[in-house]
């Protein structure tokens, strides 16, 4: 099962657990990937950023990627990202030789002008081999490389298997606008879009054109919804049940201590053993967590599945 | 008026109104000036980031500070961050002599050590004169400075005239924490703290010892009623208040295009007559004006302040 | 005498002289300007960054300009650089008013995308008036903005008023030859190239094709030798003379001191009264100024301009 | 033997040499630590930047460490930075398992407060273990990064293994006076300070206390000789050798082709047999190499080492 341009759904970008001494918990993977079969994501995205990608080594990165995919019968997406092409390319073969249905490749913070973005995603292309599917993880906030529509339409134009865009620009819905538009001028082939950024704007960038959502939001139920609803043109609703979840999402997009709100929460659902993270880590003070919990509270009035258990 | 250390409340960063063709709308200026104090508002904060500031010359800079100043009774801080100290003198000068509390100082981008950042702080202080009451401006996500809670004690220890910190980190609610956990110990005497960053976090900055709120959102009545309802301990009805206006809130939060949806909306409340912006500037395409509708809409039926006209 | 694509030769940055107590002093603005006509400098650059442009308000800029101007019958540029377009177009019209050549325009450093450089060069055209001639600023090393050869060629396609290029960019020997390159195969209309950098490669850039140098070292008549040995094919005595004055030039084109070095020099030339920075400075330790005078020992061997005396 | 406080002397950086076809060149690794011994270098440091080490999988940067330390009976300083904890500790474990004398260690550059860099290296030290003696990396133009000498004192105070410092601040003879004074006034005990930045300021580095160099030159022979004859008071000789290789320093010191350049050289040289890197490389123009060889033409006047057959 191959990476394709018309994928689109819910891919979460999954957490990789951790037990309390920081060895890899193998059964809570097992468990978030059930998770995520159950809950109707149409893919899955492991060793991304929020998957602590960069504190595993490569015979933990291999490991991972091959759990998540051996669990799972969704196509699963690899991130592969790495300083240089050698580990890229070797991280890129292992997860496709285990079934992984594409891998995706952010760029590397020193990328400054449009051509060394698409320069550089050329070399990534020959590195890891043309057959295998790409998404361009498209996150400026993170990597301070600022891709302009031109340059993702260049990128898509000289690599067929190209096939996604990991969009999570801030401000992003004109670039969403933009790209479709390119896609309906002719001058760009269709891709797939899905949208991370924590979330924050999923409700506008599905009606912009976005085919789904590729971010770890602690209730990744909300995403399905949200998409589904936009999809069946219930856009009333789709804001109804975004918005209600909006306080916990903005509370759990913070940069650097977002992903120690996601794992407690993940925890608190009982979908992860512990919320321990590799370092350097963001932790939660006493203060944030009893505020991770008023927010929980607050959203289970209006969604049942936010009722864990005190 | 000087500005003092009990500051509190809610201090709008009042946008710079402009006519369509470039020049400054006095009128409007003397409008929102009146609105704000109308709604509650204890202070206000002209020539911020979000005041366009940049986009002023040095006599348009001093003539709107002044009229900002003379319309209203309340305190006016006037930011004064300019790339060298000359300029900052003399804008500093020209503001309190037209009757500014105190003066706003955002820190250069170029600062890198803790040291650099106290030692910028004290030839500021040198500069504008030790009796000229100052707010830091701690604004990491756009100044790309980061001050740790021991460099902002620092600050306040050496520079006696410094009594207020807009706080605008991102995460920052444990930065308010250490803070007032400094003046619990003794090792820090009291400044006002208000918080910036569009208010995404108000709702909780209050509950961590925040004083109060010093940002632009367009609609600065929800700042005024989330800050007396946490001082009365409403926390449900703070939090009911907040909620609602969220979605919006996080719309104008987007940077590059923010002070275009703020603009918009405040020129759709009637409280200015022209989003014009000068350049450079984000602008509002149709469909991101037809969001920001649908918002004010949705907001509506919580909150009636936001049923404007179509 | 406007300035125009046949520029060549040397244009000194000129310091901006101060006395000690900041003031600026202009005596020794009128002897470093009859200095520069003296030693056979084709045109002279003030207000640049090393001109300490930054730390002047509005009304002293337009002072140091104009007595600039008035002092020498050679071209001068006046740097315009700015963090808004009023005060660019402010000090453009005084600075032309006043009789400059043209000015030079440095792009703000919040600027990423090839788009955004080529956008904010059109919009600083329309703030100054297209009639007057402007340089373009390439300082990625300072200002972190990358201009590929082709945003160079885009601007000066788009801007009739674009006659020169500060080249400083570091490696920047290729990009020469691209931009020579673009004129030969009719790409690009011919514009003049003047190298910054400290001089720190101009005996190659030279070689390379570029017109000449501007930039401020301490012994401009080195800069002006190289120039005009390059033109008269004196390949090895060019190089000679460079290399003299190498480790003293490495010297002074250290970031951050490097102006206290270039000062310190003048200064003991006996070409401005005294060293003095406005602050933020960076000062010489006595260690510092010993070395500077060893290195003019050295350099008085080879080169007898340099034997200053004690 | 492992790496202590008292270092000195020259550690070249070594590169990894690679054939056309992009696999490691292991004989041109046995010729280049053959000559680094010969030569009189006192150690040796592998796999940093200008290794390329970014550029190697896991598997390979084990087996570049192992051969070169197997190769020589200098010291081999390794190093080892990473995106994360795991594969750093992985290949400190390695490369000391096989004979190491310490390992290297740069900051990541998200890193901005002064804590935040004393908390970095406290983690990285707990991660590789506390008996590994490990250098401290100051590049801030490469890593962005910057120590004051102060936090460089909290970091040597804090891990009893930290033992040197690769010194490449620009500027930075400040700094090494500084840390010098630290150890004279008793708050910090001594360490070793060996120089990078491509030897730019290795003249008076050593004059201000620097215990040597540290640094790719492809002519390391002048690094051993300006240390060795600033060691016996013989300043004038030490400049001379200095200067007559500055032209070529200079060049080869440029960011982005600097590597080019010096495997150029090297290749000209006949200690490497390519000078192929792996992708992304900076490489050199027909014009680059022409330039290089004049200059190296030039340094043959001077010094015979630099005559290499054309």
Known sequence: MRLSPDARGVYPIAPTPFLPDGRI?????????DF???????????LGVMG??????????AAVASRFIRRTRLPVIVGVSA???????GLAKTAMDAGA??????PPSSLRTDDQIVGYYAQAVEAIGRDVPFVIQDYPLSFT??????????????????????????PGL??????????RDGSMRPISILCGNGGLFLDFECERGADGAMTGYAFPEMLVDVVRLTAAAERGQAHDVFDAHLPLLRYEQQPGIGLAVRKYVLMRRGLIASDAQRRPAGGLSPAARAEVDFLLGRLARHDARAAVAA
Chains 1, 2, 3, 4 share one sequence.
């Open 25 to 33: 918990d193998e059964a809570s993977i097992d468990r978030i990937t």
């Open 174 to 183: 004109e670039k969403i606008s933009a790209l479709r538009g390119f896609q």
């Open 83 to 89: 300083p240089g092409f050698a580990a890229m390319a």
């Open 145 to 170: 490389v600022v891709m302009t529509p031109g340059v993702i339409r260049r990128i898509v134009s000289d690599n067929p298997s190209c096939v996604m865009l990991k969009h999570e620009d801030w």
């Open 36 to 46: 995520y079969g159950e809950i109707g994501a149409t893919g899955l995205t492991v």
């Open 52 to 61: 602590e990608a960069p504190k595993l080594d490569g015979a933990e990165s």
């Open 101 to 106: 249905a594409g891998v995706m490749i952010a």
